[in-house]
């Protein structure tokens, strides 16, 4: 899967600081932004338990982002092969 929109890795941290700040501050999200959908599940979670949020919540929200980016670098990195052809050494998805 590809996420991030062509955003440079920079650019998809400062995108998801900007909504977990927001999330956690209680401002609305912004929905779209090329995060992926398992940290907009996450960021969606962390604004509405606001502000109720735990720890927990906010690890969740950046182990989301952080494998979502792996993901996203990932295909940056092999264009050209299909998800299903990329074969990471000890990695099970």
């Known amino acids: 899967m590809k996420f991030g929109g062509g ?3 920079d650019a ?3 995108t998801f600081e900007t909504e977990l700040s927001a999330a956690t ?5 912004r929905m779209h932004v090329g ?3 398992d940290t907009d599940s996450a960021l ?3 604004a509405l338990a606001h502000p109720d949020i735990t720890d927990d919540m ?4 950046r182990r989301a982002f952080l ?6 670098d990932i295909d940056s990195a092999f264009p050209e092969l299909p998800e299903e052809q990329i ?3 000890g990695a099970a998805l």
């Open 44 to 46: 969606i979670t962390i």
């Open 35 to 37: 995060l992926g959908p």
């Open 58 to 61: 906010i690890a969740t929200a």
């Open 7 to 9: 955003h440079t890795a």
């Open 12 to 14: 998809r941290h400062s």
């Open 87 to 89: 074969d990471l050494p």
């Open 67 to 72: 494998t979502e980016s792996a993901v996203t």
């Open 25 to 29: 501050g209680g401002r609305p999200l």
